[in-house]
């Protein structure tokens, strides 16, 4: 579907915004609008971010450990779970450098903090990079791509029902660190990926060696303590910490009530681009995550300070005007997300292989198939 209209008409004939038509702003004029202060970085309170969470993770283990109750584990594991969440978006900003100005403190901040969590920090970040640069774009991007219809439909149904069936595509991000998507071939571990420049190898031999040290202590405490220990401790923790960064990275890009344009060739900008991010409210989440749902100024300007963006967004909303969509308002738990993510995922399946400005597709036999089989099954 190509849309070159400047506005469309909804069923009762009321004109709509056209969130593909082109800005009438250019991206200096939403950076003007920023304060001056959203632009200053301060290790001492970026470390003290770090301080927080790493003491969190630490009392809940322990606390964990010393009651060691059935009843104390669940609470524990959607806890830490999201500490361990939250500990990621600290190394996003490492990799950011919003974290600070001190290279130095950055990559050695990244590398403890993601390799805690399993993450390989140079080659995360290497790749994230190229997602901030080509956010939006149908080939380029590197975050939740949608499919090309030709590609899709060369997918095998099985791969294409655990692509699309929740909760299995929230489970996807250790995949997506050794494979990337369909379509894209690499990596996130391999130096000679062609993720990765030849000046970069080893800058990820080293993400890899911290990676696979972490793995190893794991392994050790493993024999130590017990599996079970390990698994309990750690291992569902990180499977919780997993489910949140496929959930929240697709909810950025994904699942808004008007469809948003994707783009390629010609009608792709790194403003236009951006502008299709959308902000979530997380509810109490908001400040334990570090404010990731404050996230179309993140995109844009990703050297601002997790804990500046909302002060800049607020200052630049008037400049974005109906190009910002105000996230829906919510309550303690954001139950309200899930039903954005569920309803996304079974609808937004491909974009059309032609014409520089899609939207996404649905497969109408996907799921028909599925239940006919169960049926006959």
Known sequence: MVVAMDQRSNANGDERFDPSAQPPFKIGDIRAAIPKHCWVKSPLRSMSYVARDIFAVVALAVAAVYFDSWFFW????????????????????????????????????GHILHSFILVPYHGWRISHRTH??????????????????????????????????????????????????????????NPYSSLFAPSERKLIATSTTCWSIMLATLVYLSFLVGPVTVLKVYGVPYIIFVMWLDAVTYLHHH????????????????????????????????????????????????????????????????????????????????????????????????????????????????????SDKSKIN
């Open 74 to 109: 669940p609470l524990y594991w959607a806890a830490q779970g999201t500490l361990f969440w939250a500990i990621f978006v600290l190394g996003h900003d490492c990799g950011h450098g919003s974290f600070s100005d001190i290279s130095l403190l950055n990559t050695a901040v």
């Open 255 to 370: 699942g808004h009530d008007d469809k948003l344009p994707w783009y390629r060739g010609k009608e792709w900008s790194y403003l236009r681009g951006g502008l299709t991010t959308i902000d979530r409210d997380y509810g109490i989440f908001n400040n334990i995550h570090h404010d990731i749902g404050t996230h179309v100024i993140h995109h844009l300007f990703p050297q601002i300070p997790h804990y500046h963006l909302v002060d800049a967004t607020k200052s630049a909303k008037h400049v974005l005007g109906r190009y910002y969509r105000e996230p829906k308002t919510s309550g303690a738990i954001p139950i309200h997300l899930v039903e954005s993510l569920v309803a996304s995922i079974k609808k937004d399946h491909y974009v059309s292989d032609t014409g520089d400005i899609v939207f996404y597709e649905t497969d109408p036999d996907l799921y028909v198939y599925a």
């Open 132 to 189: 901030h640069q080509n956010h939006g774009h149908v080939e380029n991007d590197e975050s939740w791509v949608p499919l090309p219809e030709k590609l899709y439909k060369n997918l095998s149904h099985s791969t294409r029902m655990l692509r699309y069936t929740v909760p299995l595509p929230m489970l996807a991000y250790p995949l997506y660190l050794w494979y990337r998507s369909p379509g894209k071939e690499g990596s996130h571990y």
